[in-house]
Structure formats: C-alpha cells, structure tokens
C-alpha cells in the first residue's frame, strides 16, 4: 500500500518552476530517502505532501485522502529544515504545547523529550541550546502526536555521527511499528540507510530506486559515486 | 471527511497557556508591560498639574489621562500582537501549526485570551495608580474603565494579527502601527472635538472603532451611572475585534508559495 501518491505534480514559486511535473509514490512502513542538491526541490516537494505549498497542478495524496485535509493533521507530521519550536520557551514546554495539540499527554512529550537524548536539557529554553539540540527539539514535538506519515526535512544536519546513528535507529524503530517516514538529505552516506531512494535534481525525478539497485545502475558500490553515474547517464540521454 | 477544522475551545486555551508561558519567561517585557502606562500617565500628570482648570470643566489631565488609560491597551497590544505573529511566520513555527490540528482560528483566538489577559492586568495596575496616586477622577467605575481598557486591549490584538498578515519583516510590521493606530488616535475627539470636525473627516472617525472606545471612557468619566451610550460605545469596539479577527483568520493562508 502507498501512503503517499504525487502525480504530474507542477509547483512554481514566483515566475520559477520548481517542480516540472514529478509523480512518483512512496510506500506505507517504510523510510523513503529524498536525495538531491541543495535547491533540488526537496522542500518543496515536502512541504506540497504536508500541504501547505501551493501547487499549480497535479495532485499529492497522503494516507488517502488530499493533502493538508483536515482530517490528516493528526496523522501527519512534519519537521521543518530550520528547527521551528519556540525559542522562549523550555524544551519540555515547547513539547507538552505540541504534544496538547495533537491530543497527547504531558508524559508522553516527557518521554519524546527523552527519546531525542534531551532530558537533561527538557529545563532549558530551547534559545540557548546548540544547533543540533534545537533540531532534536523540532523532532521530539513531531514524534509526540505518533503520526502514521512522518516528513523530516534534513533532520540530521549537524548533528555527531553518534546522533546521527541513534535518529537513524529510531527511524527504522518506527518503520517497523509501521510508521511511514519520507526523509531529505543531501549527504549520500545517508542514502544508503533508506528502505526506497527518490533522486532528485532540479525537480526532475532522477531515480526511484533502491540503495541496491542504485549501486547496480550506477556501477558502484559507494552511493556517491553511483548517483554521479547516474546523473551522467541522463545528462547523456538529455543530450541524445 | 469535513473540509473545515473546527474551533477547539481546548485548543484555543491551549496556545493561550503557551503565548503567557512564552510571555512569562520574558521578565523585561513583563515588567513593562504592567508599569510603562503608569509611568506614562505620571509624566502627563506632571504635565498638567500645575494648570488652572477651567470652572465647570473636568481638569485636563482627567480628560486626557482617562483617555489614554484605553490609548495605551490599544496600542501596546497591536505592536506586541503583531510582532509576536510576525515571530511566528519567520521561525517556522506557524507553518509547522499549519500542519497539526489546530484551526487558524484556534491559533487567533489564543492570541486574543492571552494578551486580552495580560491586558486586564495591565488595566487594574494601570487604573489603580491613575486614581490613588495622580489623583484621576472618574465619576463611574473604576472596573467599567478596567473593561473598556481590556476590550480596547482585544481590539488591539485582533488589528495587530491583522496586519501582521500584510507585513513580510520587522520593518514593515512596525510601521504597521503608525498605519492603524495614529489616525484613529488623531480622529478619535482627544485632539480636535469631533463636533468641530469637517464633515468628511467626522464621517470617517465614525467608522473607527477607537472613537468609540475614548467615548465610551468619557461617559464614565462624567456620570456615575452606566450610560446606555457607553454600552452601546462598549459593544461598538467589542463587535469590532471578533470582525478584525474573523478578517485575520480568512487572510491567514494556509498555503503559501
């Protein structure tokens, strides 16, 4: 089954078209990786799944039903490239606030908190955490509401490599409770911990693959260096 | 499946915990918040103590000084509303609310309880030392101008969300306040009596909802009893904010480029 479906998707912002017509579909209980360039897309393309980009044609569905229907907000979540929770307030504030909207107790966006590796920080204001801490903040006020659909954008950026293990673990944790994760990133060391591939650049869909196929379309085993083959590939066919 | 979301009063409590807990953690802005009306007030005070009144006639300062205890509401709240919604736009967060359950509506009426909340206590701060220490004579209630101060307060939230619907910076949302508030402040009757106006700009000061908010405080200013005019000046200013907000809400978008 395929929680999200995007057909002949066209999304232009001011007089540039972002996105030229994309449709592609990402499958339910599984982490679905979209790779690409800064300014490939990736952002907008996930902000049209959670719906609150405006689109100029095509159609993106979630779980169903059209995307950013009211009936989705509780089953939809969404983590921002930039952290946005509230500065001025405590972690653990900014977590029971969102943890209230989506109808979830002050415990549970306790153990979120925890979750993310911020308990000891849950009496800070989120203001005078580091970088990597606010972004673990913006995800602990996502997982709180347990979304069936969850949409990270770049959630892993500077964060350590341990960290940066641990989220992936916890990505995976979730998928195999049959959460559905659609994750950017533009590193490829990333890619290769994906259940499904979306390559894209400038808003074209470059591939839908597999970290396996992947490798063997590209003829390599390091994901960076497939990709580029990749990309040479249809540079060529473009050309042709 | 419903194409509207629909008014939480949960919801709306919710954001309103959050905007005074935001609020609360911010002790400078509190502290101005409940004193600088004050402080104002005493400088006007100082201003005109010294100046014969003319018989028969209320003294300036509690002409104007009973004014500006519904002035200041207004105006405090429409900066601080409309930078705070501002804040919201520029972190992310009011997108990342877009997506969760909570309805526009929600989120503005929220923003309403709250500041309408810190209003009232700024209100009873404000008129207790008007009346004790600068000496403010109101024939009426001291909790009718506490009222009008609070409405005034709300309609002052609801014109700054509002605006900030139109202001894509800081700059732009601060000169939203010079915009909305100075000619309602000019037109209101404080400056020129509005019976001396020109016609045309009579027509237009009776179209602002300011106007009927400092005549609603000089009702209470000269009779002892609550006025049907005053009532009728109060319900004027209070149907205005929940249309200001209605207004907000349709102009927020959910969708952006």
């Given amino acids: 089954m395929d929680a999200v479906a995007v057909t002949d998707l066209v999304v232009d912002r001011g007089r540039r078209r972002v996105l030229p017509g994309l449709t592609f579909t990402v499958p339910a209980g599984q982490v679905t990786g979209l790779l690409g360039p800064s300014g490939s897309g990736k952002s907008t393309l996930m902000r049209a799944v959670v719906g609150v980009q405006r689109v100029t044609s095509g159609s993106v569905t979630v779980l169903g039903a059209p995307a950013g229907s009211p009936g989705l907000r509780h089953r939809v979540g969404y983590v921002t490239q930039a952290p946005s929770v509230y500065a001025d307030l405590t972690v653990r504030e900014n977590a029971r606030y969102f943890a209230a909207l989506y109808g979830r107790s002050s415990r549970e966006a306790d153990a979120a908190v925890a979750d993310v590796g911020l308990g000891d920080a ?103 260096e497939a990709f580029l083959n990749v990309v040479r590939a249809s540079g060529r066919e473009a050309v042709r | 499946m419903s194409t509207t979301t629909h008014l939480s009063p949960r919801l709306t409590t919710t954001t309103a915990v959050r905007v005074l807990r935001q609020l609360r953690h911010d002790h400078r802005t509190v502290a101005m918040l409940l004193v600088l009306p004050s402080l104002l007030l005493g400088l006007l005070h100082l201003l005109w103590e010294d100046l014969p009144a003319v018989p028969g006639q209320p003294g300036t300062f509690d002409r104007v000084g009973l004014t500006m205890l519904g002035v200041f ?99 732009q949302a601060v000169q939203f306040m010079p915009v909305i508030v100075l000619p309602q ?62 207004l907000a809400a349709a102009t927020l978008r959910r969708r952006t480029d």
């Fill in chain 1, 122 to 224: 849950a009496g800070r204001l989120v203001g005078d955490l580091s970088g990597g801490q606010r972004g673990r903040a913006s995800l602990a006020c996502a997982l709180v509401g347990e979304p069936e659909v969850l949409v990270l954008d770049e959630p892993t950026v500077g964060l350590d490599p341990v960290l940066r293990v641990e989220l992936w673990e916890r990505f995976h944790a979730l998928a195999r409770a049959g959460t559905t994760l659609l994750v950017s990133s533009h590193v490829m060391d990333e890619a290769a911990r994906c259940d499904r591939l979306l390559l894209l650049r400038e808003g074209a869909l470059l591939a839908d693959t597999t970290p396996a196929e992947l490798r063997a379309d590209g003829r390599s085993d390091d994901l960076e």
């Fill in chain 2, 73 to 171: 509401p207004f105006v405090v709240m429409f900066l601080v509303t409309s930078i705070a919604m501002l804040r919201e736009r520029t972190s992310g967060t009011l997108e990342r609310l877009l997506t969760t359950p909570l309805s526009r509506l929600d989120l503005l009426l929220g923003y309403g309880l709250a500041f309408g909340l810190a209003a009232a206590l700024q209100a009873v701060v404000t008129v207790t030392v008007a009346t004790t220490l600068y000496d403010l004579d109101v024939a009426g209630s001291v909790w009718l101008v506490v009222l009008i101060a609070v409405v005034d307060a709300v309609l002052g939230v609801a014109l700054g969300l509002l605006a900030s619907a139109f202001a894509r910076s800081e700059f």
């Fill in chain 2, 185 to 246: 402040f000019f037109l209101c009757g404080l400056l020129v009596p509005r019976e001396q106006m020109a016609g045309w700009l009579q027509a237009i000061s009776d179209a602002l909802p300011l106007t009927y908010a400092v005549d609603a405080l000089r009702e209470v200013g000269r009779s002892a009893e609550a006025t049907g005019t005053m009532w009728t000046d109060v319900g004027v200013v209070a149907g205005a904010a929940p249309l200001a907000l209605a």
